[in-house]
């Protein structure tokens, strides 16, 4: 008997497992439960993450603000990717499941998506990188640069005789940094064949090609001035090392022509007209204040071509709006708020104060001052710019939008009636 009643039993816990196959596998919390949990735990990650960018890019410019800007979108990426794998645990519940996991996975993923593209759009338009002697060749928020062997090939300038106005404790330090400043101009020559690419690319007009063609020419003398000026100081003859890293790209969305244009714009704005312009400022001070003639002369030409290339970079700006329309034109909007708010450039020890202004190279009240006004005026020329670029683009709307008459409007008209009188008989 008790053979068959364990016979019995046993048959029917498999007639009942064959109609629950899930009844003895290991308790578990209920996969809804848990599942709307764990994509409410990814995706608040997302959403907070893109608060905290927000607050960081409008807030005060601090050492490492890049960093934290990366650090946080790269937590935003990690909560999609939880998302992603909440989708793959789909597999292993019953299908009568599933499709509740699915609607969840796909109202919130798409949401989470959007958001870590413009936690990293926010990355890029605030991540300037202050640079006060022009456009530079970077990779990311990294500064390129190369180093320096002997050698008398970038020997462009004629000699200054600085050697002799200036004390003998200053020129040792005094020409690192121009040479230094060398090393920045040669890097330029690789930012702006990199920006000739990268306006062929999107199909920009000869005229703006060209000018960048010019532009990487004219950073080709500005390399050779400062080596010559850096030699004319402390008597050492080097020039620029193989530069490998001239060949790195910017990160440039090449599949979307519009995003592609948006990157664009945002480089000329923050390399060109911001960084450029600056330059362009200081150099027309230095070149006041300078003691040498020979040396006045060379900063009063380069203040000319580092103007003229802030010129070309609104060129730029304003193709790029008109091509790429709102999408640029909002990202510009939202660059405008990166912008940094004070320098932060390091200067040598003895230039701070500006007695190295004497023998062209700026203290730090004269850059403060010259970031203050470049960083103005760029602000409300692109807020020129930007509402020029929607009032024409209203015109065109309206232009575009078929007009809505009356029939006595459209009978008055063939018959000579005055509009005037033609609304006031249709009213009437």
């Known amino acids: 008997m008790k053979t068959q009643r364990n016979a019995d039993d046993e048959a029917a816990q498999l007639a009942q497992m064959t109609r629950d196959p899930y009844r003895h596998m290991p308790q578990q919390v209920p996969f809804k439960r848990e599942f709307a949990w764990g994509a409410f735990l990814f995706f608040a990650w997302v959403t907070i993450g893109s608060i905290a960018m927000i607050l960081i890019s409008h807030a005060r410019p601090f050492d490492g603000r890049s960093d934290l800007f990366l650090l946080v979108a790269a937590a935003m990426l990690v909560g999609v990717l939880g998302a992603v794998l909440q989708l793959v645990r789909l597999g292993s519940y019953p299908k009568e499941e599933r499709p509740v996991g699915f609607a969840l996975a796909g109202l919130a993923l798409p949401i989470g998506l959007f958001l870590a593209w413009v936690g990293a759009w926010m990355v890029h338009t605030a991540a300037y990188v202050p640079s006060y002697m022009g456009r530079r060749h970077r990779k990311g928020k990294r500064l390129l640069a190369p180093e320096t062997e002997p050698g008398a090939d970038w020997m462009g300038a004629p000699k200054t005789e600085l050697a002799r106005v200036i004390p003998e404790g200053e020129r040792a330090a005094l020409g690192a940094e121009w040479r230094d400043n060398g090393k920045k101009e040669h890097a330029s020559v690789a930012a702006f064949a990199q920006l000739t690419l990268d306006l062929m690319a999107v199909g920009a007009p000869p005229a703006l090609v060209a000018a960048a063609q010019r532009d990487a020419l004219d950073e080709v003398r500005h390399a050779a001035a400062c080596f010559a000026i850096a030699r004319d100081i402390d008597g050492l003859v080097e020039s620029p090392a193989p530069f490998p890293d001239a060949r790195a790209r910017r990160f440039l969305f090449t599949a979307s022509r519009s995003i592609a244009l948006t990157q664009i714009a945002i480089d000329a704005l923050a390399d060109g ?156």
């Open 273 to 428: 007209v911001l960084n450029e312009g600056i330059a362009a400022r200081l150099l027309a001070q230095l070149a006041k204040t300078c003691e040498s003639p020979a040396l006045a002369a060379i900063l009063r030409e380069m203040a000319a071509d580092e103007s003229r290339h802030a010129a070309h970079s609104w060129d730029i700006v304003a193709w790029c709006v008109e091509s790429g329309g709102a999408t640029v034109a909002n990202a510009l909007r939202g660059a405008v708020s990166g912008m940094p708010k004070k320098v932060c450039s390091a200067l040598p020890a003895g230039a701070r104060d500006g007695a190295w202004e004497r023998w062209g190279v700026h203290g730090v009240a004269m850059e403060a001052a010259a970031f203050e006004k470049t960083r103005e005026a760029a602000r409300a020329k692109l807020a020129a710019l930007l509402e020029d670029y929607s009032g024409s683009r209203r015109l065109r709307r309206a232009a575009t939008t078929p007009a809505i008459t009356s029939p006595a409007i459209t009978a008055a008209n063939a018959n000579g009636t005055s509009a005037a009188q033609a609304s006031h008989v249709y009213v009437r």
